[in-house]
């Protein structure tokens, strides 16, 4: 059983050394936030329209190192465990590192910077209230969000309609809404996945 085990953990660190290094850098990082009061850290590296306009490439590298909740929390069963530790690792064994990275990049970057004209045209029309702009907003979340979408490409045919209905459809389970616009992070997590259909239908659709 421990040799089975040894041989399986192998297996996925060969198949997804990326990966592997990308979440154990969360998790030593997640670790050193709980032993201190990391307040100062998380609203400096949050990536929302102040900080942005500030400092948006310092907010959006740190973003990306913070698991924004506890580990075994339901959002992050489904960004961290299942969106870095199996959608990530499943685009990076067929495709490479570099694809992976490009997957993950593209939905935190992208999805962060194309919710902002969102988020500006919301507060201009009283559908987000200002405050909005210095939001604290950290995470991993859009780019895991994006790795789950491309991770369609892994998939049996018979499994994409409804693979496609939980990666839209988690994010607005607990979405709150201002008429037909939903918050701007559910709007960031839509980006995203469409940012992770497209390069999967692009990107990635050869080996």
């Avoid at 045919?157 to 918050?183: N, T, Y």
């Amino acid at each position: 059983m421990i040799a089975a085990t040894g041989a399986g953990v192998r297996r996925y660190v060969v198949a997804g050394p990326w990966t592997v290094g990308y979440l154990v850098v969360l998790l030593a990082v997640h670790a050193g936030m709980s032993w201190s009061d990391p307040a100062a850290f998380v609203a400096w590296a949050s990536t929302n329209v102040t900080n942005l306009g500030a400092h948006p490439v310092g907010a959006l590298v740190a973003s990306a190192l913070i698991v924004n909740g506890p580990l075994l929390d339901p959002g992050t069963l489904i960004t961290l465990w299942l969106g870095v530790g199996v959608a990530l690792w499943c685009v990076e064994a067929r495709h490479g590192p570099v694809r992976a990275a490009v997957v993950f990049l593209a939905g935190h970057v992208g999805a962060t910077l194309l919710v902002l004209p969102v988020i500006l045209a919301a507060i201009r029309a009283g559908r987000y209230p200002v405050e909005v702009r210095t939001a604290v907003d950290v995470g991993i979340s859009y780019g895991a969000q994006a790795a789950l979408a491309a991770a369609l490409v892994a998939l049996p045919r018979w499994a994409w309609a409804p693979w496609v209905v939980f990666v839209v459809g988690w994010p607005l389970l607990d979405a709150d809404w201002s008429g037909l616009l939903p918050d701007f992070t559910t709007v960031g997590h839509l980006i995203a996945a469409a940012i992770g259909f497209a390069l999967a239908a692009t990107l990635l659709s050869s080996p």
